[in-house]
C-alpha cells in the first residue's frame, strides 16, 4: 500500500487527479471506478477542468460507482446518480451511455447486483476505483461486519452512517435505510485502487485501514491485500498513522528510487 501524505484538502484532490487523468490519457478505453461524497469533489472538480482545457478526453471512459440508495429514482436530488451528473458527468465530455450506477430501484435488487458484476465483467474489469472511507471504515457501503468477500449487494446501512449522510438531506427521516454497493472482493478485483480521506474526523477510519488488522470491522482494512493500492490523506487524516514519518519518507526517497529502476 503506497500512503501519500499531503499538506490539505487540495494538493489531496490535485494528486489524486494528477494520478486520474495520467491513468486516462494512457489508456483512452479506461474503465474508472467513482464514488460519491464529499472527498472526491475537489478530484472531479481537476477532471472537469482538465477536460475543458484539452488535456484528457473522457469520450471512451466507461465507468462504475460503487453505490446507491435503494429506492432513489436516478433523478432524486440525493440519488448517487444524480450526484454524479451534477458534480462530474455534466462537465465533461463522457458518453452518458458508458456511466453505471447501481439501480436503487430495481425490481429484483438481487438481479440488478448479479447483472452489476456482469457489467463490470464485460467492460473488461475496472483499470482504477477511486474510494472515500466511511468515519467506521467502510468502503462503498460495506459496513463493519460485511465480509472481505463479498460482490455487489444490497445492504443495511448503519445508524452512524445514516447520521453522517444526513447531512445531505433535509432530515434524518429521509435517509434511506437500505443501499445497493459493489461488494469489498468487487473492489479488489480492480487494477489499481485509489483511496482519499481527509479531515480528522477520518483519522480512526485511515489507521485502522492501512495500520490496523485486515479485518471485517473496518472493511477499507482489505486493500492491504491488494498489489496496486494508493491511499492519499491530509495531514489531519493522517494523524493516528503509526508510521506518519515513515510514509513521508519513502515519498522522498520515491524519485531517487525511480531513477535508479
Ligand atoms: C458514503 C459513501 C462512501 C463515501 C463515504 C464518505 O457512505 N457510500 O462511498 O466514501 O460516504 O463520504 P464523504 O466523502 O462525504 O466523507
Redesign the pocket.
Known sequence: MEVIVCRDYEEMSAKAAEIVIGAVRKKPKFVLGL??????LGLYKRMAEANRAGKVDFSKVVTFN??EYVGLAPDHVQSYRHFMDANLFNHVNINKVNTHVPDGKAKSLLAACEKYEQMIADAGGIDLQV????RDG????NEPGTSLASRTQVVVLTEE?IE??SRLFQNKDEVPRF?V?MGIQTILNARCCLMMANGKN?ADAVKGCVEGPVTAMNTASALQMHPNAVVIVDEAAAAKLELLDYYKWCRKGKEQLTNLL
Open positions: 464514488a460519491t461524497g464529499t472527498t472526491p460503487l453505490d474510494l472515500g472511507i466511511g467502510h468502503l462503498g457501503f452512517t453522517d449522510n443501499a454497493t477520518k
